[in-house]
């Protein structure tokens, strides 16, 4: 079975996973939050290789090199900016969670670390976000498994670390 993780911190200071996710914006060119962070380390190649993407709609998901990151790739998703509730958020959402671990299974990564995509600078409720991130992730490695052997959700403050323990504990995960 997959091992699901909850942790608290920096997702660019991961070292024992093969990808990390990044909270993108549809130019996939950088900008503030977790994409701000994820480019600062990286350095310049990752830019380089986002630039020759040309960009990456909602939901979707898109493989780059992790250059000075400590993973050797990073798989850019972009978020729905929340509007409340009826833009088809939720389903967007649940897209970047199933195409990363997508994109992820085809380049053979077996360890993946998400930030809690959306709930930065795009607005998502948390916990409405929270619920999606493990449902979909869950529902992914129920269907497919053998392919990722380890998920880690990164929280970068408490309250949010506190919303996912919960969920995990009423899912008899940890
Ligand atoms: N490690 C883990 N989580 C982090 C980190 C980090 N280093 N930094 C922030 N977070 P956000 P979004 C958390 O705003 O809402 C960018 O400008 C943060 O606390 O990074 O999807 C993009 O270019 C929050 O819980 O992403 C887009 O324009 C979560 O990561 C836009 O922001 C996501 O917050 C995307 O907004």
Redesign the pocket.
């Known amino acids: 079975m997959t091992m699901i993780h909850v942790i608290k911190?920096?997702?660019?200071r991961l070292t024992d996973v093969d990808a990390i996710v990044n909270?993108?914006?549809s130019s996939l060119l950088?900008?503030?939050?977790?994409?701000?962070?994820i480019h600062k380390a990286a350095g310049p190649g990752l830019l380089e290789e986002c630039r020759a993407l040309h960009g990456c709609p909602a939901g979707e998901a898109r493989v780059t090199g992790g250059y000075r990151l400590p993973g050797r790739y990073v798989i850019h998703t972009v978020?729905p900016v929340w509007r409340g509730g009826g833009k088809k958020e939720d389903e967007v959402l649940a897209g970047c969670y199933r195409n990363c671990l997508e994109a992820a299974a085809r380049k053979r990564i077996t360890s993946i670390a998400f930030?809690?995509?959306?709930?930065?600078?795009?607005?998502?409720p948390k916990e409405r976000a929270a619920g999606i991130a493990v449902h979909t992730v869950q529902s992914y490695l129920e269907e497919h498994p053998g392919k990722i052997e380890k998920v880690i959700f990164?929280?970068?403050?408490d309250e949010?670390l506190q919303i996912y323990k919960e969920l995990m504990k009423k899912r008899g995960r940890v």
């Open positions: 911190g920096d997702i660019t909270a993108a914006n950088g900008g503030g939050g977790v994409d701000g962070a978020g930030p809690a995509i959306s709930t930065g600078i795009y607005g998502y990164v929280l970068f403050d949010s």
